[in-house]
């Protein structure tokens, strides 16, 4: 074989496994994923965006309360639920427009939208998986001024409902499990049990058990906003104070799951789990 023709050959096999190489730059990382977390589509499913964070330096920004939205082949609806402007005038989100989904990690996705509504703008989600249907999110829009964060649940559009549509006639067992607050520690309740009573004329009572829990009572609505998320907006009142706060149930059974509360408009943020069973 003379030297030209060698050479050729030796640069037509290297650019050949160059190729095959740079034409899957993802397939070594699905062989290293145990298990990919995050499904391949977005297609059917809803997600349940609860907002724990936010930063922005506009005055209108949701910073509590929970996103839905809804998601069909490159199409998406979004609602917000009990979200609230820092000016604490009650505003509903909502959005509609088209996205684009990447699965980037094992337990990593990103989406990009484009809203038609409420105004032409571009978002971007970035969405850790911890399960194949819980994690955590951070979103970005409105060219970076801003930034919201916290916790989602994923689920079937056409999923079983676990969510009840009313709460009245219920007991709900609160178990803290975290609190977050810029509060003295000996000021707040850090962990204990709150057993919250649901009437059916709008009133509750809650009885708590454990350091800083107190009794009070209080008024309440409730909206069930998916087949497993519901919000609460209640005002607490006791001896000491009279509050608002949002509370976002996420049910993994009809009568249990988790719950995250925005207490006194970001004063004290709860979490924890929830059991729930008739009161009569």
């Known amino acids: 074989m003379r030297i030209s023709t060698y050479l050729k050959f030796f640069v037509l096999i290297n650019s050949l496994t160059c190729g095959l190489v740079s ?7 699905r062989r290293d994923c145990d298990e990919r977390l995050p499904p391949k589509t977005l297609n059917g499913y809803t997600i349940n965006y609860q ?3 936010s930063t922005t330096t506009l005055p209108d920004a949701p910073y509590k309360g929970v996103i839905v939205s809804e998601y069909q082949h490159k199409r998406f609806k979004a609602q917000g639920t009990s979200t609230l402007n820092n000016n604490t005038n009650p505003t509903q989100q909502y959005s509609e427009g088209s996205y684009i989904y990447d699965v980037v990690a094992c337990d990593t996705a990103i989406e990009t939208a484009v809203l038609r509504l409420p105004q032409p703008s571009r978002r971007t989600t970035q969405l850790i998986f911890t399960s194949k249907n819980t994690g955590t999110w951070e979103q970005t829009f409105d060219s970076g001024r801003i930034v919201l964060s916290g916790k ?7 999923a079983e409902h676990t969510a009840p549509s009313a709460k009245s006639d219920f007991h709900y067992a609160l178990i803290i499990k975290s609190t977050r607050s810029d ?24 009885t708590g058990t454990g350091p800083g829990t107190i009794n009070s009572t209080g008024t309440y609505t409730y909206k069930k906003v998916s087949p497993n998320t519901g919000v609460e907006e209640a005002i607490q009142t006791s001896a000491f104070f009279s509050f608002p706060y949002t509370m976002v149930y996420t049910f993994t059974t009809t009568n249990s799951g988790t719950w995250e509360q925005n207490f006194a408009n970001g004063l004290i943020k709860f979490s924890g789990t929830f059991d729930s069973f008739p009161s009569q």
Not at 24 to 29: T, V
Not at 152 to 158: A, H, I, K, Q
Request: glycine share 4%.
């Open 23 to 29: 034409a899957h730059p993802q397939e070594h990382e």
């Open 51 to 53: 907002i724990l964070d």
């Open 152 to 158: 989602f649940s994923l689920v079937r559009s056409d």
């Open 183 to 206: 509060l003295p520690p000996e000021a707040y309740p850090r962990a204990g049990l709150v057993v919250q009573t649901y009437m059916k004329d709008g009133s509750m009572t809650f």
